[in-house]
């Protein structure tokens, strides 16, 4: 069983998916393999900087990541250029990991990805969960949890697919507006009936 796990920026999702972990998921984190296929030395790093140009590179070489995001994040050309960059190597390497999963024996797969339907990894699931909440809880929380003003965590939500987008692709869909003991009932229930 592959379980899609999705859900704008600062829903939950990752809580879900740490839940998930806790009650034995196999967890593929997209969002770290999208900072593994950036890092020097990959082929979408070189591209990267060859489109972007040096200044988004920290001191060491790597690139800043914030100020990658904050270029893209406010132009949605730019977004889907670094996307077309960086997409094929990341879905590769999820295909590769639950085939070896598979390989292994491992039955309860999570792919917890933030865009898993826009990069068409909800193909290679079983199923959709998605993780919602209501827009003021999420301003909230990414200001609080990144530090960004008002205008940065806007950008960053509105650059997604709205949560109404994704529900014609979800088959259980997780309401994360109450407490941290009601998101762990739920996800535990949802885990139990599988």
């Known amino acids: 069983m592959v379980i899609g ?7 939950g999702k990752s809580t879900v998916s740490s839940i998930l972990k806790d009650l034995g998921a196999y967890i593929i984190d997209v969002d770290k393999i ?6 020097k030395g990959q082929k979408a790093y070189n591209d990267i900087v060859c489109f972007f140009g040096k200044a988004i590179l920290l001191p060491d070489g790597q690139i800043n990541r914030k100020a990658l995001g904050n270029i893209v994040f406010s132009d949605s050309e730019k977004l889907k250029k670094l996307n077309s ?18 390989d292994e024996g491992i039955d309860r ?7 898993l339907i826009e990069m068409g990894l909800n193909s290679l699931c079983d199923m959709v969960w998605l993780v919602t909440v ?3 809880t999420q301003l909230k929380r990414l200001m609080e949890r990144d530090n960004y003003t ?14 109404k987008n994704k529900l014609n692709y979800a088959d259980v ?9 009601d998101l762990k009932k739920k996800v535990v229930e949802l885990w139990n009936k599988l």
Do not use: F, W
Not at 85 to 102: E, F, G, L, N, Y
Not at 150 to 163: G, K, V
């Open 85 to 102: 960059i960086t997409h094929p190597h990341i879905i590769a390497r999820v295909k590769d990991i639950i085939s070896k999963c598979k």
């Open 150 to 163: 008002y205008e940065e965590a806007n950008n960053r939500i509105m650059a997604q697919t709205s949560d």
């Open 109 to 115: 797969i999570v792919v917890d990805a933030a865009i």
């Open 173 to 181: 869909v997780i309401d994360n507006n109450g407490t941290l003991e």
């Open 5 to 11: 796990l999705t859900g704008g920026i600062a829903s």
């Open 134 to 136: 209501d827009k003021d």
């Open 34 to 39: 999208g900072k593994d296929v950036v890092e």
